[in-house]
Every structure is written in structure tokens, then in C-alpha cells.
């Protein structure tokens, strides 16, 4: 599953959108549909700030967030990205009992509709196969969050560049090359150096 696909996905801060490719989840959205609370959010709002307890999960139904975090300078870093018709939030640390650890922050008006994790572990225990699909989105996060390491440790930066663009070949009608840059963990002026090359080899 691709960044901006349109198809159904799950993004609690894993890698972009592979989950569509591998759960059947369909049950799990309409959860949110008939029982969760519609709220629209503006530009630049946040749905959470790290270091909350705040015990929601969020269905995207229009619009995009991001997930950042600041280091110890103040300096703020992007995490991820959550698109339409995606399930997102910071699902792991609710699980554990956690507070939040990652800021999520509409980059576009966005409309969305909220349940408590409460209701959501209520869900999982309903059946055997909630259960499995609840157990299921655990395993794919863990399996995400590898695949972004092994990216950052593995990939240079232009094959991390290339990867998203094959994802999401619209991602910058949606997030500034800045964002972008710090996404990739390279500078601007690294990211911009990249895209010269690319078109430089693709006119060659």
C-alpha cells in the first residue's frame, strides 16, 4: 500500500502504507465510522502533543498529518505522514500505557473521526478474529518500523528519495521539499542536489 493511495490503510507511525497490502481491516474502519466522533481540524492543528496522556485513535477521512518530535536543541524532526482513509495515532504507546510520543499535526484541513483506545481494545476482544486482526496490526507495525530502519541505516540518501517518490509520486503536491528533507534525514540542500542529479541523468 502506497502513501496516497486511496485504498483503506493503517499508519500508526510505521513505515508508509504497507498495511492495506497485507490486512483485510475493512471491519475495523467502519468501527470509526459508526462510533466515532467527527471533529475538523484546521491547518497546523494538532490532534496530539507529545508527552500527553491522550488515549485516542483517529480515522483520516480527509486531509494530512504529520508526526514529529523535537530534539534536545529544540530543532523539529518528521517522523511520518498520515494520508486519507488512514487509521493513525500513536497507537503503541496507548497500548502500553504510555504517554504520547510523537506530536501529530494536520498539514492540510482535515476531517476525522476519533475513538477512544478503550473502544478499540473492546473491538479486539469482540471475536477471535478481531483479536487476530488487533494482534495482526501489532506484528505489521513492528515489520514497518524495520523496514524504516533498515532504510535509514541501509538505503543512501537519493535510493530513500527515490523509494518515496515510487510511493507517493504526488508527495510534494502535499508536504514542502524542507519537510521532505528532514523525512529523508538529509539537509535541503542535500535533497535538492539529489532531485538536480535525478533530472540531470534522466536527460542524459
Same mark, same amino acid.
Given at each position: 500500500m502506497y502513501l496516497c493511495s486511496n485504498k483503506k490503510a493503517i499508519h500508526f507511525m510505521g513505515e508508509f502504507n504497507i498495511y492495506n497490502e497485507i490486512l483485510d481491516f475493512s471491519d475495523f474502519i467502519h468501527l470509526f465510522m459508526d462510533k466515532g466522533k467527527r471533529i475538523d481540524l484546521k491547518k497546523n492543528e494538532y490532534f496530539c502533543m507529545a508527552g500527553e496522556h491522550f488515549p485516542f485513535i483517529a480515522y483520516l477521512e480527509k486531509g494530512a498529518f504529520r508526526y514529529t518530535c523535537d530534539d534536545a536543541n529544540g530543532k523539529e524532526h518528521i517522523l511520518s505522514y498520515a494520508f486519507e482513509n488512514e487509521v493513525f495515532g500513536n497507537y503503541s504507546p496507548l497500548q502500553n500505557n504510555s504517554?504520547?510520543?510523537? &506530536?501529530?499535526?494536520? *498539514?492540510?484541513?482535515? *476531517? @476525522?473521526?476519533?475513538?477512544?483506545?478503550?473502544? @478499540? &481494545? $473492546? =473491538? =479486539? &476482544? $469482540? $471475536?477471535?478474529d478481531a483479536q487476530l486482526l488487533g494482534r495482526r496490526i501489532a506484528e505489521v507495525i513492528l515489520f514497518s518500523m524495520a523496514q524504516r530502519l533498515k532504510s535509514v541505516y541501509c538505503n543512501t540518501p537519493e535510493e530513500r528519495y527515490l523509494s518515496l517518490i515510487r510511493k507517493c509520486p504526488d508527495v510534494l503536491n502535499r508536504i514542502t521539499l524542507r519537510e521532505m528533507a528532514s523525512y529523508l534525514m538529509i539537509t535541503p540542500e542535500t535533497l535538492s542536489r539529489i532531485r538536480r542529479r535525478i533530472v540531470l541523468k534522466r536527460k542524459s
Open positions: 504517554y504520547t510520543i510523537a &506530536n501529530i499535526q494536520a *498539514v492540510q484541513n482535515s *476531517v @476525522i473521526y476519533t475513538l477512544p483506545i478503550s473502544e @478499540i &481494545n $473492546s =473491538f =479486539f &476482544n $469482540s $471475536s477471535m
